[in-house]
Structure formats: C-alpha cells, structure tokens
T-cell receptor, first 113, second 114 residues
Framework: QQQVKQSPQSLIVQKGGISIINCAYE??????FPWYQQFPGKGPALLIA?????SEKKEGRFTISFNKSAKQFSLHIMDSQPGDSATYFC????????????FGEGTQLTVNP | ETGVTQSPTHLIKTRGQQVTLRCSSQ?????VSWYQQALGQGPQFIFQ???????GRGNFPPRFSGLQFPNYSSELNVNALELDDSALYLC?????????????FGPGTRLTVL
C-alpha cells in the first residue's frame, strides 16, 4: 500500500526559479515528515523535516509547507541552482526513536543554467 | 564525527546464492535500519535493529535477515537470491530517544543478481 504519493515525477526549472514538489499522505498517525535529496550513486541526504504542529519550516533556500487538514506537504526550493539537480524524496514516519520511514516515489529535478 | 559507511560498494551474485552486506553506524547512534531501493523508486523499509534485536519489519520475506553488533554495526543477509533482489541497499542510523526522528543514510551497496 502506497501511503505517501509524490508529484511531479520530474521537474525542469530555470536557474533562479522556484522548484515545488508535493506529497500527500493517507495515514493520519504520521507525525514526522522529512525531505531527502539523492544524487546518482549516493545515499539519500536529509534536507529538512517538519512535524505537524507547525505549518511551515524554512532552512536557507528550502521551505516545507504543511497542511494537516489536507494531509499534504510540499518542498519549495527558492533561487534554484544547477547544483540542486538531484532526485528528491518526501517521507513520513510515526513516532520517534528511528521509526520506519515511508518514502514517496521521488521527483527528478533538473535546474537548467 | 564519522558518517554511515557501507561495504562493499558493488556486488554481483547469481540467483540462488547468499549475500552479506555490512554497515557501520554514525558515531553516537544506536539504531540501524535497512532499506531496499529499486531503480527509479523510493527506498523501501526492510527492518530496523535496536539493542541487537529486530525492532520492526517491512514487507520482506524471512530470507532477508540481519544482525546488529554491540558496536552498533550491522549486517544484512539475503538468502536464495532472486533476480528481483537487484537493487541499491541502504543502511540508515539514528538515535533512540531523539525527539526528532532523524535518519542518516550511508552511500549504499549496489547488488546485481544475474
């Protein structure tokens, strides 16, 4: 059962533009929502994460927006750069202490110079 | 502080064989999880270890097994390899009791089953 759905599958953005990736979840018990960035041949790297008690979290050029009632969350990359070209995964989990992560299908982001 | 390391980087096996993959957790972490990532897909949770015992398992058959050692390193063992087992196997470590469920991944082991 796919509990986290991610869109779009691929995204092309011009340098300096805003990249937006969306995720929707089904399980209302999820209470931790991280985003991971993965380059070819590498493991996923934690970018930013949010808990449902806040609606937005910003770290540098990366912002997570969270809508608990709609069961949706999104990643915004401001001033996108060619170095941001990678695959991005949203994920969700229940509780603390290293609980299992359920990942979305991934978004291949390409930022053109 | 050292990150999560995995070995080997690449591995080629034939169907029916057995394989052991290894992981060293990030310093200060005491949980380790294993994920399977098929080409073009998101990682799928296999299982997690804490205090040297399995602490949660995903939808994977018993031929996938693991170990966690007192130094928090870990092994993933897969018996009777099938062609569909070809994937990137990722190890992630974390800290039990942490308010934030941060999981840090290693670079992965690319397994090819012929």
């Amino acid at each position: 059962q796919q509990q986290v759905k991610q869109s779009p599958q691929s995204l092309i953005v011009q340098k300096g533009g805003i990249s937006i990736i969306n995720c929707a979840y089904e399980n209302t018990a999820f209470d931790y929502f991280p985003w991971y960035q993965q380059f070819p041949g590498k493991g996923p790297a934690l970018l930013i994460a949010i808990r449902p008690d806040v609606s937005e979290k910003k770290e540098g050029r990366f912002t997570i927006s969270f809508n608990k009632s709609a069961k949706q969350f999104s990643l915004h990359i401001m001033d996108s750069q060619p170095g941001d070209s990678a695959t991005y995964f949203c994920a969700a989990s229940i509780g603390t202490s290293g609980s299992r992560l359920t990942f979305g299908e991934g978004t291949q982001l390409t930022v053109n110079p | 502080e050292t990150g999560v390391t995995q070995s080997p980087t690449h591995l080629i096996k034939t169907r029916g064989q057995q394989v052991t993959l290894r992981c060293s957790s990030q310093s200060g972490h005491n949980t380790v999880s294993w994920y399977q990532q098929a080409l073009g897909q998101g990682p799928q949770f296999i299982f997690q270890y804490y205090r040297e015992e399995e602490n949660g398992r995903g939808n994977f058959p018993p031929r996938f097994s693991g170990l966690q050692f007192p130094n928090y390193s870990s092994e993933l063992n897969v018996n009777a390899l099938e062609l569909d087992d070809s994937a990137l196997y990722l190890c992630a470590s974390g800290r039990s009791g942490s308010i934030y469920n941060e999981q840090f991944f290693g670079p992965g082991t690319r397994l090819t089953v012929l």
